[in-house]
């Protein structure tokens, strides 16, 4: 199954970056490793809502991995996360390898895709309100 998803690049909080930097070692168990992924996410404001597909290939990472590397706490009060990372194939036509990357704690939901892929500043124009197409694809139907 593959779905093209287009949005605007929305500005963000720069939060993923710190989080994803002090769970790296997660991420590389998964083989996500910095580089030459980025150490932040490329936020998408998507057109029509994506909810995280049922597909086999996409890892899901469980809370109390993500709590031994970065506990969330917030004013005394902790917080558990889950991680779904969807693969994403291409980006404005590009081959890329990437993922969309879902929070059980994002209060961005299905309308905002967290893209966590390499540095894109030299392969495409991004800046605020720049067009974006994300091909995001089952990659167990690509060997069938």
Known sequence: MVHVLKGK?????????????????????????FPPY????????????????????????????????????????KFREAWELVPVVKINGRDIKGYILRTTTNYHGDGIAQVLTEDLNNVIDIFEGARIELTVVELASLSE
Do not use: M
């Open 9 to 33: 690049v929305k500005k963000g909080l720069n939060a993923s970056h710190r989080r994803l930097e002090h769970c790296a070692d997660v991420l590389n168990r998964y083989g996500i490793l």
């Open 38 to 77: 980025f150490p932040g996410t490329l936020n998408v404001e998507l057109e029509d809502y994506f909810p995280t597909p049922n597909w086999p290939d996409i890892i899901c990472i469980p809370p109390h991995e993500l709590d031994v590397a970065d506990p969330i706490v917030v004013s005394g009060q």
